[in-house]
């Protein structure tokens, strides 16, 4: 089994910055409504925690645009 490294803080109440050995990402949210959290590697990801078994996620990966 690989090793694997992640690390999340908490910098402001309902913000966290998570590192993992290959980029970072930013949280915001979460409590009683949705979870947005926008990585360094452009991807999106807004989710929420429903009752039950249930949960919803969406992810979005941002196109990267040449400027020339």
Do not use: E, Q, Y
């Not at 109440?13 to 979460?30: A, E, Y």
């Amino acid at each position: 089994m690989p090793l694997t490294f992640r690390k999340s803080f908490r910098i402001l109440p309902g913000v966290r910055l998570n590192i993992n050995k290959k980029s970072w990402s930013i949280t915001t949210g979460g409590g009683n409504g949705p979870r947005h959290t926008r990585s360094s590697t452009g991807r999106r990801t807004t989710s929420m925690d429903l009752p039950g078994p249930f949960g919803w996620r969406r992810t979005t990966r941002a196109r990267r645009t040449r400027g020339h």
